[in-house]
Nanobody, 125 residues
Framework: VQLQASGGGLVQAGGSLRLSCAASGRTFSSHAMGWFRQAPGKEREFVAIISGGGSITYYADSVKGRFTISRDNTKNTLYLQMNSLKPEDTAIYYC???????????????????WGQGTQVTVSS
């Protein structure tokens, strides 16, 4: 599968952005999907995950209540709605396809077999 992330940009603190991740292939709904991010000088970290059917989601504590992950299986597209953005949300955001259909609360990067190229999100103070 190929994943193409988009929607990043520059936004002021308190603003919103919506990221999208378009997936190729015919088995999109058979895989949980996740978002990760990597800030300058830091390790890549988990942000959110959604199950294949879209009914189960988990979030990192740092984004809970501000970010919403969703998916449209008819369009093979994953989304991340980011509200109340903070400067510490500045990072490259990556979408990823999990091998399994189920979502777990603390997924490891090795659980994911395909990664998008990343989209830059910059939040100014």
């Amino acid at each position: 599968v190929q994943l193409q992330a988009s929607g990043g940009g520059l936004v002021q603190a308190g603003g919103s952005l919506r990221l999208s991740c378009a997936a190729s292939g015919r088995t999109f709904s058979s895989h949980a999907m996740g978002w990760f991010r990597q800030a300058p000088g830091k390790e890549r970290e988990f942000v959110a995950i959604i199950s294949g059917g879209g009914s189960i989601t988990y979030y990192a504590d740092s984004v809970k209540g501000r970010f919403t992950i969703s998916r449209d299986n008819t369009k093979n597209t994953l989304y991340l709605q980011m509200n109340s953005l903070k400067p510490e949300d500045t990072a490259i955001y990556y979408c990823a396809e999990r091998y399994a259909r189920t979502a777990v609360a603390a997924p490891r990067e090795t659980d994911f077999g395909s990664w998008g190229q990343g989209t830059q999100v910059t939040v100014s103070s």
